[in-house]
């Protein structure tokens, strides 16, 4: 029997999996999370996660299905990582602040056991309200932006400023549930083969 093993140590991506009863097995990738050079953004977020997946794969020693994701946000071009310092963290909520930008979430999913890989990404489209200064600096002595793509966390405290999502919630958390599901059926991999049962 295989298990589910999800490459990262986010917790919200492990929450997202529970919250679908999933039972699932975690190993944090030890991939170097850099983005360089010019790539798109969509194919930065698949080849990052991709590194995660087979990073999880070479280290695997049981039959799985590995699940990797990298979830970047782009605004006006500009690929925002996770904040560094309260400056940093202040600068792009500002940046965001009152605009919509993109938030785009690369999948990749492999079988340990055929070496099967499959990669894709989900876009979401996210407008934040005008944020006063004063509230952005409240929002970031919470401490939430700093392990956060863009320095917010939409299922957080950061809610409060959300004035519309266009496309997947689930994207925006950190793993589109629906685009995994499609990877990973057009491997023969059915999720719900690994919800724990009623009685477990």
């Not at 999948?107 to 990404?121: I, K």
């Not at 934040?128 to 952005?136: A, G, L, T, W, Y």
Request: proline residues 4%; hydrophobic residues 40%; charged residues 25%.
């Amino acid at each position: 029997m295989k298990r589910l093993v999800l490459a990262s140590g986010s917790p919200r991506r492990q929450e997202i999996l529970r919250q679908l009863g999933l039972e699932f097995d975690v190993m944090i990738s030890r991939t170097d999370e850099t983005l360089t050079g010019d790539c798109p953004p969509e194919k930065a977020a698949m080849a990052l996660a991709l590194q995660k997946t087979r990073d999880v794969m070479m280290r695997i020693g049981y039959p799985a299905v590995i699940i990797g994701a990298d979830t970047i946000v782009v605004m006006e071009g500009r690929i925002m990582g996770k904040p560094v310092n309260a400056q940093q963290a202040f600068e792009m909520i500002s940046a965001l602040s009152g605009k919509q930008h993109a938030v785009i979430t690369g999948v990749a999913v492999a079988d340990s056991t055929t070496g099967e890989e499959r990669t894709g990404c989900q876009l979401t489209l996210v407008r934040m309200k005008e944020i006063p200064p004063d509230r952005i600096k409240k929002y970031i002595a919470t401490g939430e932006p700093f392990d956060k793509a863009g320095a917010y966390a939409v299922q957080g405290k950061a809610s409060v400023f959300i004035d519309s999502i266009d496309g997947c919630y689930f994207n925006v958390v950190g793993l589109p549930v629906g685009k995994l599901d499609d990877m990973l059926r057009s491997m023969d991999v059915d999720l719900f083969e690994f919800i724990k049962s009623d009685n477990s």
